[in-house]
């Protein structure tokens, strides 16, 4: 597959509201396994790098986490100096990622995430645009909404927009074409209104002005399992990806 996708993990928060004093990506499992061994398992037979974005503190902890894997070349650390945003954590490695044809990311605390996701993710992608895969939820954190013209809107509920029952919601995994992007993203953020709640430029409503701007087809993915879409915020949450990892064992 050459260098055709890039996957890139922002990584840069704090697992304080877990209880714990390192990055949710470092967070444990099951014993010395982390959310960062599962991602790694899952996202490296479909990608051909893996990149992560990690807070000040976290990147020391994270180099030895990952450090065979960093001396084989197969993944790299960049560090988000302020917590400004996922877009600003994904741009801001550009230099990382802006060889490949195609940028996976994949949010940090998917712990849930399938390894079949992924693969028909990656094989989904072919040529310009983005690749979404979305499952429907009960009670959905973010919705995507589409019309006539494709993918319109992304509701996000932590900026106060309500999110209707059994809209379809992401699984914190989103891949983009590389063509193009950076710029895009630069102009996009210059004329972008801050979040009502978070005070950041938010990087979701940046897919439907991909497809509304610049005419950017959106490919999505079907997902049949609304765990795949359960991160780790709370502990509740990680309780359940360490039963889900006993279940399993990978």
């Excluded at 973010?142 to 992401?170: A, I, Q, W």
């Excluded at 992007?181 to 938010?202: D, S």
């Excluded at 701007?213 to 079907?222: A, E, I």
């Excluded at 359960?230 to 889900?244: S, V």
């Amino acid at each position: 597959m050459g260098d055709r996708i890039c996957a890139v993990i922002p990584a840069a928060g704090r697992g304080t509201r877990l209880g714990h004093a390192v990055p949710k990506i470092m967070i444990e499992v099951a014993d010395g396994v982390t959310v960062w061994h599962l991602l790694h398992r899952r996202l490296r037979p479909s990608v051909e790098h893996v990149h992560v974005v990690l807070s000040p503190e976290g990147e020391g902890p994270f180099r030895e986490l990952a450090a065979a894997e960093l001396a084989a070349g197969e993944v790299s650390v960049s560090v988000q100096r302020e917590p400004t945003g996922m877009g600003d954590a994904i741009f801001g490695a550009a230099p990382h990622w802006r060889g490949h044809e195609a940028i996976l990311v994949v949010w940090g605390d998917q712990a849930n995430l399938s390894p079949g996701t992924v693969r028909a993710v990656a094989d989904a992608h072919t040529g310009p645009g983005l690749t979404l895969p979305l499952v429907a939820m009960a009670d959905p954190y973010v919705e995507y909404e589409f019309g006539p013209g494709g993918l319109t809107r992304v509701r996000m509920s932590r900026e106060g927009e309500p999110c209707r029952p059994g809209g379809l919601s992401d699984i914190g995994v989103f891949c983009l074409a590389t063509a193009g992007l950076e710029g895009e993203w630069a102009r996009y953020a210059a004329g972008a209104g801050l979040g009502a709640a978070t005070g950041e430029v938010n990087f979701l409503p940046f897919l439907p002005h991909l497809a509304q701007t610049l005419d950017w087809p959106v490919r999505v993915v079907p997902v049949a399992d609304p765990d795949e879409a359960r991160g780790i915020n709370t502990p509740a949450d990680l309780e359940f990806a360490r039963r889900a990892y006993e279940r399993c064992g990978s």
